[in-house]
């Protein structure tokens, strides 16, 4: 089993920034494609970013192209979201999630964290 836990969420003027990072425990997530998904209320849960395990490559939701970047440091077990130039429509709940494809859909992700709530106030 893998644990992954998200942290760095709070409350975020926006155009301000944050980072959010995900450590995993028991075993090594360095093989799975990990993402972070996120649910804003009322809203169905969707992916914001994939990172491919050895961090060569990676996609990003259209709504955070060249705001959000992604990355991972596999000697530390460790994912990070850096999130700039936040806006209102960013809040929601983060999740940091693994896969052991390079996965699209919540479905295709076989561990989750328990989320971290980002709220990006006017």
């Known amino acids: 089993q893998v644990q992954l836990q998200e942290s760095g969420g709070g409350l975020v003027q926006a155009g301000g920034s944050l980072r959010l990072s995900c450590a995993a425990s028991g075993r090594s997530s360095r093989g799975y494609v990990m993402g972070w998904f996120r649910q804003a209320p009322g809203k169905e849960r969707e992916l914001v970013t994939r990172?491919?395990?050895?961090?060569?490559?990676?996609t990003y939701a259209d709504s955070v192209k060249g705001r959000f970047t992604v990355s991972r440091d596999n000697d530390r077990n460790m994912v990070f979201l850096q999130m700039s130039r936040l806006e209102s429509g960013d809040t929601a709940v983060y999740y940091c999630?693994?896969?052991?494809?390079?996965?699209?859909?919540?479905?295709?992700?076989?561990?989750w964290g328990q989320g971290t709530l980002v709220t990006v106030s006017s």
């Open positions: 990172i491919s395990w050895n961090g060569d490559s990676a």
């Open positions: 999630a693994a896969s052991p494809t390079f996965g699209v859909t919540a479905s295709e992700y076989d561990y």
